[in-house]
């Protein structure tokens, strides 16, 4: 499995600039929605807005990799975003939902998407992915001290060991912390 960068706070904000301006919002709001959530890409892109309650600030939903359940809050991020583009498209369907005449009434796909997010991180020097979303959300929760098994449960990991490898914690990492805290 090829691996994917985190992308950092900075680099977050700028990933969402370089896909609003070169490869359009609907990408851009994927993008925003997608680190907000912290969904896999299959579940974000079946978003329904029927899924979405925006008055509770609620998403659940059943993950399609794992079958496990998942309750999510709606941050004022994503709500801004999808009360944007429910406004903006009042009869679609999807969240994320395809307007071409080729393909009317679906959700965009994930080739599209994972298309141009590769070409997004190029432009930034970054190999990125639709998994980054993910994993940047991650890493920023690591990076910001939210313990371990707060993240394992965002991120519906079913334990801390899994969570470590998915952000890449290395042993050398914490063998470091042996020299760091010397007390």
Do not use: C
Request: charged share 25%; no cysteine.
């Amino acid at each position: 499995m090829q691996s994917v960068d985190a992308a950092s706070k900075a680099q977050i904000e700028m990933m969402h600039a370089v896909l609003n301006n070169k490869f359009g919002q609907l990408y851009a709001d994927i993008w925003k929605v997608g680190v907000n959530l912290s969904l896999r890409i299959s579940d974000l892109l079946r978003l329904k807005y029927a899924d979405l309650n925006l008055e509770e600030r609620s998403l659940k939903l059943i993950e399609a990799k794992t079958g496990k359940q998942k309750f999510i809050r709606l941050n004022a991020t994503a709500i801004s975003v999808i009360a944007r583009r429910q406004q903006q498209h009042p009869n679609d369907v999807w969240l994320f939902q395809v307007h071409s005449n080729r393909a009317k009434d679906k959700p965009i796909s994930r080739v599209s998407v994972s298309r141009v997010f590769k070409n997004a991180g190029d432009v930034l020097g970054l190999s990125i992915n639709t998994h980054s979303m993910r994993k940047s959300r991650g890493m920023a929760m690591y990076k910001d001290g939210v313990p371990i098994e707060k993240i394992a449960k965002v991120l519906n990991h079913s334990n801390t060991t899994s969570t470590l490898r998915y952000l890449g914690i290395t042993q050398e990492e914490v063998l470091q912390t042996y020299d760091d805290y010397e007390l």
